[in-house]
């Protein structure tokens, strides 16, 4: 029923403008890229850890930076443990503790990770960076 | 409702009511999407359609910003009352977007004038309502960095939803056009 082009002088024009305009493609590269780049902001590489805490019956002990290597004896309540930093990571190479859960625990890098001798008294914890949940509950 | 189908009756220009009731039924409609998108489950919380903002942009491109407010504060007011969240956080969120995606829409159409149509101006009045939501959400409820790893998929959504809302606005208005040069 309806003829656009018999009434030109309305108010709107009657020739239908197209759905999406120029202004809108532009419009939509734009938010598109912004979408993207909140993509990288907020998943990007989490941040890793930079230092190892080592505390004994909860003081601190010293911090080992993880960007130099090497293997540290930390004397605990029972014996030596040793602890080992190798390439930005670290962890228990040995305790003397019955069960070596500690060791167990492997390699640490995340910041926020952690690994404990309890028997030994040690926790080494690492530091720097972002930190990571070890749980999340809703 | 029926005072929706008095746009653009001349003699209606005369009354002073005229926006009231382009008000009314415009907030009517809006409310009506509001609560059933409220009845529908979603499978993220925060993520809805938000089809009522069709409304909102219709509204402003045909009838201006003061309508549009009044629109908008209408359906979240009356939406609120109704599906049960007034004065609840929820409420607060919502009067958030709302002023977000107003103040967006507002400022876009400003600069953008004609060049810009109702795809365009959805978008950004989506993702402006989506951030001002976050932002609210993030400083006042959950301040927790667990909630900036959802920003990505809000806003994903967001973009989406307001292309579609868009899109539906632009073919509504065209159809709105035409039937007002047939007449």
Same mark, same amino acid.
């Given at each position: 029923?309806?003829?656009?082009?018999?009434?030109?002088?309305?108010?709107? !024009?009657?020739?239908?403008?197209?759905?999406?305009?120029?202004?809108?493609?532009?419009?939509?590269?734009?938010?598109?890229?912004?979408?993207?780049?909140?993509?990288?902001?907020?998943?990007? !590489?989490?941040? &890793?850890? &930079?230092?190892?805490?080592?505390?004994?019956?909860?003081?601190?002990?010293?911090?080992?930076?993880?960007?130099?290597?090497?293997?540290?004896?930390? &004397?605990?309540?029972?014996?030596?443990?040793?602890?080992?930093?190798?390439?930005?990571?670290?962890?228990?190479?040995?305790?003397? +503790?019955?069960?070596?859960? +500690?060791?167990?625990?492997?390699?640490?890098?995340?910041?926020?990770?952690?690994?404990?001798?309890? !028997?030994?008294?040690?926790?080494?914890?690492?530091?720097?960076? &972002?930190?990571?949940?070890?749980?999340?509950?809703? | 409702?029926?005072?929706?189908?008095?746009?653009?009756?001349?003699?209606?220009?005369?009354?002073?009511?005229?926006?009231?009731?382009?008000?009314? @039924?415009?907030?009517?409609?809006?409310?009506?999407?509001?609560?059933?998108?409220?009845?529908?489950?979603?499978?993220?919380?925060?993520?809805?359609?938000?089809?009522?903002?069709? $409304?909102?942009?219709?509204?402003?491109?045909?009838? @201006?910003?003061?309508?549009?407010?009044?629109?908008?504060?209408?359906?979240?007011?009356? @939406?609120?009352?109704?599906?049960?969240?007034?004065?609840?956080?929820?409420?607060?969120?919502?009067?958030?977007?709302?002023?977000?995606?107003?103040?967006?829409?507002?400022?876009?159409?400003?600069?953008?004038?004609?060049? $810009?149509?109702?795809?365009?101006?959805?978008?950004?009045?989506?993702?402006?309502?989506?951030? @001002?939501?976050?932002?609210?959400?993030?400083?006042?409820? $959950?301040?927790?960095?667990?909630?900036?790893?959802?920003?990505?998929?809000?806003?994903?959504?967001?973009?989406?939803?307001?292309?579609?809302?868009?899109?539906?606005?632009?073919?509504?208005?065209?159809?709105?056009?035409?039937?007002? =040069? =047939?007449?």
């Amino acid at each position: 029923m309806a003829d656009p082009g018999s009434q030109a002088g309305s108010e709107y !024009p009657a020739d239908p403008r197209p759905l999406i305009r120029g202004g809108d493609i532009l419009i939509l590269l734009l938010a598109a890229g912004l979408v993207g780049a909140s993509f990288g902001a907020f998943w990007g !590489p989490r941040g &890793e850890g &930079e230092t190892a805490l080592v505390t004994v019956d909860r003081s601190v002990i010293r911090e080992l930076s993880l960007d130099q290597d090497g293997v540290f004896e930390i &004397e605990g309540r029972i014996g030596l443990s040793t602890v080992m930093v190798d390439g930005g990571r670290v962890r228990f190479l040995d305790s003397p +503790c019955p069960g070596r859960y +500690c060791v167990h625990s492997g390699w640490l890098h995340r910041s926020g990770e952690v690994a404990a001798c309890l !028997p030994n008294g040690i926790v080494v914890e690492v530091l720097g960076g &972002e930190r990571e949940f070890d749980a999340i509950n809703l | 409702m029926s005072a929706s189908g008095q746009i653009g009756v001349d003699h209606a220009r005369a009354a002073c009511g005229r926006d009231d009731r382009l008000v009314a @039924g415009f907030a009517a409609l809006a409310i009506a999407i509001h609560i059933l998108e409220a009845a529908f489950p979603s499978p993220l919380p925060g993520v809805k359609p938000g089809l009522a903002n069709v $409304i909102t942009l219709i509204v402003y491109l045909r009838h @201006g910003l003061r309508l549009a407010v009044w629109v908008a504060a209408m359906r979240v007011l009356v @939406g609120s009352l109704l599906v049960g969240t007034f004065l609840s956080p929820t409420f607060l969120l919502s009067v958030t977007g709302a002023v977000a995606a107003l103040s967006a829409l507002a400022l876009v159409g400003t600069i953008g004038g004609q060049r $810009i149509g109702p795809v365009g101006l959805s978008v950004v009045s989506s993702l402006a309502h989506m951030s @001002g939501q976050i932002s609210v959400a993030y400083l006042l409820f $959950i301040p927790h960095p667990a909630l900036l790893k959802l920003v990505p998929v809000l806003l994903t959504a967001a973009l989406l939803f307001g292309v579609v809302s868009g899109l539906i606005a632009a073919s509504v208005l065209q159809i709105l056009r035409r039937r007002e =040069a =047939a007449r």
